[in-house]
């Protein structure tokens, strides 16, 4: 736990300047009487392109394309392309599904690939409630099943590596692998403790205001957030900025992205039940080297039984884009061995 504590606190180093920022934003907000974010839900089902108030999506690779279903009461975007088992990649805050298209093409030549946008982000509705992962993860299994697929493969990053545990853990027959990326499980300790109580983000974004402080203000935001937690310096290209700007600015999203850290009281209640069952499918631990690496593996081996590690040298926590010829390989492998 000493690295782990000395790893955290250089983190927490780093991250102070967004204080600054969020206090000038907060000031903006209540100067200029900002109005608080509706939340407005979307009625076409069959979005083979999709458009949004803050600009049209990115486009995946040629062999991609956009969808929406209805599942668990929302539209849920997502893109699908590839061809072989399902592979169902889950984005983490601070982007969305376009974090995995550096990934795609090659992934898609052995999978046939699913990236969603998350409750509350991007093209997907942004309902009053249902942030807890448990739900989130519901949600996923409804597209799932709805897509046709009886078992998949999967892959979380972030709230995403929160909303794949919860997946896992409700519907394990059904995975046949699971990847966890640089984030950790709420209410599995000790590490859950030391970064929840220490870890300054973590309550700012839990705040009912939040959403309706950083509404308008996406891009100053989240250009201040990202290096906070990262290692390389730019690691995202201008298209990859842009995009993940673009999601964040849809309409309801700031304060439906946050919701998902305002729900971690109820998903720490519900894994201490997840708990009681260890994992039983192979689960690939995968974490920066400048951020969950030092405990990502040990840290799943107290959620599962058959763990492998993967420690990506020389990233932060934005290990995609940080360190992208890594993950990819590490992925592969993983997935492909028999």
């Not at 403790?193 to 700012?204: A, L, R, Y």
Request: hydrophobic share 45%; proline share 5%; net charge neutral.
């Amino acid at each position: 736990m000493n690295t782990i504590s000395i790893q955290l606190n250089r983190n927490i180093i780093k991250q102070t300047s967004c204080v600054v920022l969020l206090l000038v934003v907060s000031f903006l907000m209540v100067a200029c009487n900002h109005p608080g974010n509706t939340v407005q839900a979307r009625e076409d089902t069959t979005a083979a392109t999709v458009a949004t108030a803050a600009g049209t999506p990115a486009a995946p690779p040629s062999n991609f394309k956009h969808q929406t279903a209805n599942v668990n009461g929302l539209n849920m975007h997502y893109v699908i392309g590839g061809q072989g088992e399902p592979l169902v990649l889950i984005h983490g805050f601070g982007q969305n599904w376009y974090m995995w298209n550096r990934l795609l093409p090659e992934l898609s030549k052995h999978f046939t690939v699913i990236a969603p946008d998350l409750r509350g982000s991007g093209e997907t509705d942004k309902p009053a409630g249902g942030y807890d992962k448990k739900t989130m993860a519901a949600d996923i299994h409804e597209l799932v099943k709805k897509l046709g697929y009886k078992s998949i493969n999967l892959v979380g990053h972030d709230i995403g590596l929160m909303v794949a545990y919860a997946y896992a853990a409700q519907f394990a027959p059904e995975v046949k692998k699971l990847a966890l990326l640089d984030a950790l499980i709420p209410g599995v300790e000790p590490v859950w403790n030391q970064v929840s109580t220490t870890v300054w983000h973590f309550g700012f974004f839990a705040r009912p205001v939040a959403g309706e402080i950083v509404a308008g203000h996406e891009r100053a935001f989240l250009t201040d957030f990202w290096p906070q937690v990262g290692h390389v310096k730019d690691p995202f290209t201008k298209e990859e900025t842009d995009e993940f700007i673009r999601a964040f600015a849809t309409k309801g999203a700031t304060t439906g992205c946050f919701h998902w850290f305002g729900e971690f009281p109820q998903d720490v209640k519900d894994n201490h039940e997840f708990m009681k069952n260890k994992l039983a499918m192979p689960l690939l631990a995968m974490g920066g080297e400048y951020f969950s690496a030092p405990f990502l593996a040990t840290h799943c081996r107290l959620v599962a039984n058959d763990v492998s590690e993967v420690k990506i040298s020389g990233s932060g926590h934005w290990i995609v884009q940080e360190q992208t010829a890594q993950v990819q390989k590490g992925l592969m492998d993983f997935f492909l061995k028999q």
